[in-house]
């Protein structure tokens, strides 16, 4: 039973800002206790412990939810946690909830004060129950923690100890919309209504980095370097005289002098700062985390030690399910990277990065790498969360917000980004078979195409605010965004149609409207067989969009590897990118395809391997050749879109392709390409049926193959042309 319903939001009585603050409860048990269930949530994040015991291991719970619409609950067994006198105590900070965004973002998510809200139920031996709800009967200080901030960090005073507990408040305004700023006239307690029960992945401390090396830059900072960057936090030792203030700041990289460089952090502050009280404790911090890899350490107190700092990881708690490895250890990196990248990116919602004033939800972000993430880790549950919270973004006429969850934007609609809609729910019932995502997110995807159409002129969907091929390499002359309009409208109409087809929905209105863009987009952007439009971007999407004929095919397939090769790298951007490969292997010019994935300069994948990167960078030059940075003011060193390369690692260079006629890889296709500049490649998969493996190994006399089908699950063998269907088990060509 869901007993938190009947709890009342509480808080601190006055606005505290950034600081954080306890409740606490007594409760005397003279019973012996059966069961004990907690139920919690806040407008904020929380932690709960009970007599001093920490209850649960996830962090920054309850996560991020569009807050106006929903806000989730957890629920904990906390049976053996229950004693004779029970102390409840609740420590909440504002996390996402209350932060106040800067910069290009103006419109500050809304927030007065954050609040919590709880539930106990105790079962007794004898069949009786006792039910405790947080309300104005719990008491409630400040911590120890006296600031907090996702994107600033925290400072924690070890001397501090509040004893000045003050009866909580019951809510009745959490934040400040007009009708609830009459709630709060009117002294209405704030609703339960928007509670829900969990869902997604919890976000949990996860891999633990020693420094790699502690050093003094040319400027006589004191760094320290852990080798990863990643999202997470430092655990740290330090005894300093009572009052001594202490200081980390977290950062990516050094600037081409060795110096520590947090000019593209923004306005992000991305500091801890620690308050000693004479005695030595280890402290990490609680309610925030920075995306680093080097920390510098800003008056320290005592000789700085090695053993006395730790970088923990921290993503959301997904299983990992893709491999990858070849002979190019580069390659390996640049996979590794990819891997990173994912990790630190997917922190309870698909950001864009994770170290400056942004981490956003990004759609675009989301939809251009939810394939390759669902190759790598199980990201069904994860995704089902995020959808709903697009499907609550969504406005009155379809429209699309650019992040998700949505932080109070009024713009929508950008092609290529709102598409999250359509393409993230048909993906992910490609990778894992769960007819149910596309029966709960149709609704979303109709009214999105739906936009698209109310938007549309003779066929053409023309206007509107758009990114296009964002950071392409085009120059001048860059893929249009009618294009790239048209050629997602087309797309996801497509996609909806075979949703609707799969759940047995009348389609044959959205069969018309694809029918008539398709001709009206020929008319527009295709002359003689080819793309008008002569970029990369352009032929790679109406290729793997797959609404070209045959004889179209061929002809823009051509034109495309001609593009490629005469200028000899690639010039996409995120929204080219991820089909680029795919767009050139798939109609025989494989060893283009690995020309662009081998090469070592920029633009190229392994150009930022070679420079040093365990990441993903959001620019192909994000640090110039010289050392130098590409931009201080939009320059991530861990954003995920390039990434999408690891889908044709796996799907194409290794070869374990789904089927989109049997979703879940219950058949699956096996079709590897191979290079002469690798000596073997292989991957595995763990599908819903098991695992899938294929292998490949050069030989004197040519190629050898192994496939691994799991069992229950048939599949198709393409090699040179050749077709061969095989059952499960292991087997060699």
Same mark, same amino acid.
């Given at each position: 039973?869901?007993?938190?319903?009947?709890?009342?939001?509480?808080?601190?009585?006055?606005?505290?800002?950034?600081?954080?603050?306890?409740?606490?409860?007594?409760?005397?048990?003279?019973?012996?206790?059966?069961?004990?269930?907690?139920?919690? #949530?806040?407008?904020?994040?929380?932690?709960?412990?009970?007599?001093?015991?920490?209850?649960?291991?996830?962090?920054?719970?309850?996560?991020?939810?569009?807050?106006?619409?929903?806000?989730?609950?957890?629920?904990?067994?906390?049976?053996?946690?229950?004693?004779?006198?029970?102390?409840?105590?609740?420590?909440?900070?504002?996390?996402?909830?209350?932060?106040?965004?800067?910069? @290009?973002?103006?419109?500050?998510?809304?927030?007065?004060?954050?609040?919590?809200?709880?539930?106990?139920?105790?079962?007794?031996?004898?069949?009786?129950?006792?039910?405790?709800?947080?309300?104005?009967?719990?008491?409630?200080?400040?911590?120890?923690?006296?600031?907090?901030?996702?994107?600033?960090?925290?400072?924690?005073?070890?001397?501090?100890?509040?004893?000045?507990?003050?009866?909580?408040?019951?809510?009745?305004?959490?934040?400040?919309?007009?009708?609830?700023?009459?709630?709060?006239?009117?002294?209405?307690?704030?609703?339960?209504?928007?509670?829900?029960?969990?869902?997604?992945?919890?976000?949990?401390?996860?891999?633990?980095?020693?420094?790699?090396?502690?050093?003094?830059?040319?400027?006589?900072?004191?760094?320290?370097?852990?080798?990863?960057?990643?999202?997470?936090?430092?655990?740290?030792?330090?005894?300093?005289?009572?009052?001594?203030?202490?200081?980390?700041?977290?950062?990516?990289?050094?600037?081409?002098?060795?110096?520590?460089?947090?000019?593209?952090?923004?306005?992000?502050?991305?500091?801890?700062?620690?308050?000693?009280?004479?005695?030595?404790?280890?402290?990490?911090?609680?309610?925030?985390?920075?995306?680093?890899?080097?920390?510098?350490?800003?008056? @320290?107190?005592?000789?700085?030690?090695?053993?006395?700092?730790?970088?923990?990881?921290?993503?959301?708690?997904?299983?990992?399910?893709?491999?990858?490895?070849?002979?190019?250890?580069?390659?390996?990196?640049?996979?590794?990277?990819?891997?990173?990248?994912?990790?630190?990116?997917?922190?309870?919602?698909?950001?864009?990065?994770?170290?400056?004033?942004?981490?956003?939800?990004? #759609?675009?972000?989301?939809?251009?790498?939810?394939?390759?993430? =669902? $190759?790598?880790?199980?990201?069904?549950?994860?995704?089902?969360?995020?959808?709903?919270? $697009?499907?609550?973004?969504?406005?009155?006429?379809?429209?699309?917000?650019?992040?998700?969850?949505? =932080?109070? @934007?009024?713009?929508?609609?950008?092609?290529?980004?709102?598409?999250?809609?359509?393409?993230?729910?048909?993906?992910?019932?490609?990778?894992?078979?769960?007819?149910?995502?596309?029966?709960?997110?149709?609704?979303?995807?109709?009214?999105?195409?739906?936009?698209?159409?109310?938007?549309?002129?003779?066929?053409?969907?023309?206007?509107?605010?758009?990114?296009?091929?964002?950071?392409?390499?085009?120059?001048?002359?860059?893929?249009?965004?009618?294009?790239?309009?048209?050629?997602?409208?087309?797309?996801?109409?497509?996609?909806?149609?075979?949703?609707?087809?799969?759940?047995?929905?009348?389609?044959?209105?959205?069969?018309?409207?694809?029918?008539?863009?398709?001709?009206?987009?020929?008319?527009?952007?295709?002359?003689?067989?080819?793309?008008?439009?002569?970029?990369?971007?352009?032929?790679?999407?109406?290729?793997?969009?797959?609404? $070209?004929?045959?004889?179209?095919?061929?002809?823009?397939?051509?034109?495309?590897?001609?593009?490629?090769?005469?200028?000899?790298?690639?010039?996409?951007?995120?929204?080219? #990118?991820?089909?680029?490969?795919?767009?050139?292997?798939?109609?025989?010019?494989?060893?283009?395809?690995?020309?662009? $994935?081998?090469?070592?300069?920029?633009?190229?994948?392994?150009?930022?391997?070679?420079?040093?990167?365990?990441?993903? @960078?959001?620019?192909?030059?994000?640090?110039?050749?010289?050392?130098?940075?590409?931009?201080?003011?939009?320059?991530?060193?861990?954003?995920?879109?390039?990434?999408?390369?690891?889908?044709?690692?796996?799907?194409?260079?290794?070869?374990?392709?789904?089927?989109?006629?049997?979703?879940?890889?219950?058949?699956?296709?096996?079709?590897?390409?191979?290079?002469?500049?690798?000596?073997?490649?292989?991957?595995?998969?763990?599908?819903?049926?098991?695992?899938?493996?294929?292998?490949?190994?050069?030989?004197?006399?040519?190629?050898?193959?192994?496939?691994?089908?799991?069992?229950?699950?048939?599949?198709?063998?393409?090699?040179?042309?050749?077709?061969?269907?095989?059952?499960?088990?292991?087997?060699?060509?």
């Amino acid at each position: 039973m869901d007993h938190i319903l009947n709890a009342k939001w509480i808080t601190y009585p006055k606005n505290v800002g950034e600081a954080v603050c306890e409740f606490r409860k007594t409760v005397d048990i003279s019973k012996k206790v059966v069961s004990a269930t907690l139920q919690a #949530t806040a407008q904020g994040v929380y932690i709960v412990y009970i007599n001093g015991e920490r209850v649960g291991n996830d962090i920054l719970t309850p996560g991020w939810t569009d807050f106006r619409f929903r806000v989730l609950y957890q629920t904990y067994d906390v049976t053996d946690m229950i004693t004779e006198k029970t102390v409840i105590t609740a420590e909440l900070a504002q996390g996402w909830r209350m932060h106040k965004t800067k910069g @290009w973002f103006e419109r500050p998510m809304k927030g007065t004060n954050k609040a919590f809200i709880a539930s106990i139920a105790i079962t007794y031996d004898d069949g009786t129950e006792d039910i405790i709800y947080t309300d104005n009967t719990w008491t409630t200080c400040l911590s120890a923690t006296r600031y907090s901030d996702i994107y600033n960090g925290e400072t924690y005073d070890a001397d501090f100890n509040d004893d000045n507990y003050l009866p909580a408040k019951i809510v009745t305004c959490a934040y400040s919309t007009e009708a609830e700023e009459e709630m709060v006239v009117k002294g209405i307690e704030y609703p339960t209504d928007i509670l829900c029960k969990h869902e997604g992945e919890f976000v949990r401390e996860k891999e633990r980095f020693d420094p790699l090396s502690v050093f003094t830059t040319p400027n006589g900072e004191t760094v320290i370097d852990f080798g990863q960057n990643l999202s997470g936090y430092v655990e740290f030792s330090i005894k300093g005289e009572k009052g001594h203030k202490a200081s980390i700041r977290y950062f990516e990289e050094l600037d081409k002098d060795g110096n520590v460089y947090v000019e593209n952090l923004r306005s992000a502050k991305t500091t801890v700062t620690y308050y000693c009280d004479g005695e030595r404790r280890t402290f990490k911090p609680k309610f925030t985390f920075f995306g680093y890899r080097y920390i510098h350490l800003i008056d @320290w107190p005592e000789e700085v030690k090695a053993e006395n700092f730790v970088s923990i990881a921290i993503y959301s708690d997904m299983k990992r399910t893709g491999y990858f490895e070849c002979s190019d250890k580069d390659v390996n990196r640049l996979f590794e990277n990819v891997v990173w990248g994912q990790r630190s990116n997917f922190v309870d919602i698909p950001t864009d990065c994770p170290q400056r004033d942004e981490r956003r939800g990004w #759609t675009g972000d989301a939809q251009v790498f939810i394939r390759t993430a =669902s $190759l790598i880790y199980d990201t069904e549950r994860f995704f089902r969360k995020w959808l709903h919270d $697009l499907s609550y973004g969504q406005s009155a006429d379809g429209g699309v917000p650019h992040v998700v969850p949505n =932080s109070d @934007w009024i713009d929508n609609g950008a092609m290529g980004w709102a598409d999250a809609a359509t393409i993230c729910p048909w993906q992910i019932y490609q990778a894992y078979g769960s007819k149910w995502v596309l029966a709960e997110q149709f609704s979303s995807m109709r009214k999105w195409v739906d936009y698209m159409r109310n938007h549309s002129i003779d066929g053409l969907w023309l206007g509107g605010g758009h990114f296009a091929d964002w950071l392409n390499l085009d120059g001048d002359t860059p893929t249009s965004k009618p294009y790239l309009q048209n050629a997602y409208f087309i797309y996801s109409t497509s996609l909806l149609i075979k949703i609707g087809n799969i759940l047995g929905i009348e389609m044959s209105e959205y069969e018309q409207c694809l029918e008539k863009t398709q001709k009206a987009f020929r008319a527009r952007f295709m002359k003689d067989g080819k793309i008008v439009e002569n970029t990369q971007t352009s032929c790679a999407e109406a290729l793997y969009f797959g609404f $070209l004929t045959e004889e179209e095919t061929k002809s823009v397939s051509e034109q495309l590897n001609t593009l490629v090769t005469e200028c000899g790298h690639l010039k996409t951007g995120f929204l080219g #990118t991820p089909y680029l490969l795919h767009a050139l292997s798939d109609n025989g010019y494989v060893k283009t395809a690995y020309d662009l $994935l081998l090469r070592h300069e920029f633009p190229g994948w392994l150009y930022s391997v070679d420079n040093g990167a365990t990441t993903i @960078w959001e620019h192909w030059d994000s640090r110039n050749p010289d050392g130098s940075m590409w931009s201080a003011e939009m320059n991530s060193f861990n954003h995920y879109a390039y990434g999408s390369v690891a889908e044709w690692l796996i799907e194409k260079a290794a070869g374990i392709t789904h089927d989109e006629e049997h979703a879940g890889f219950s058949h699956i296709i096996f079709k590897p390409v191979t290079d002469e500049r690798l000596t073997f490649v292989k991957a595995s998969l763990d599908t819903r049926y098991g695992k899938a493996a294929s292998e490949w190994t050069k030989e004197a006399d040519g190629y050898k193959y192994t496939f691994t089908v799991p069992a229950g699950v048939t599949a198709t063998v393409i090699i040179d042309g050749k077709t061969t269907e095989i059952g499960e088990g292991t087997h060699t060509f």
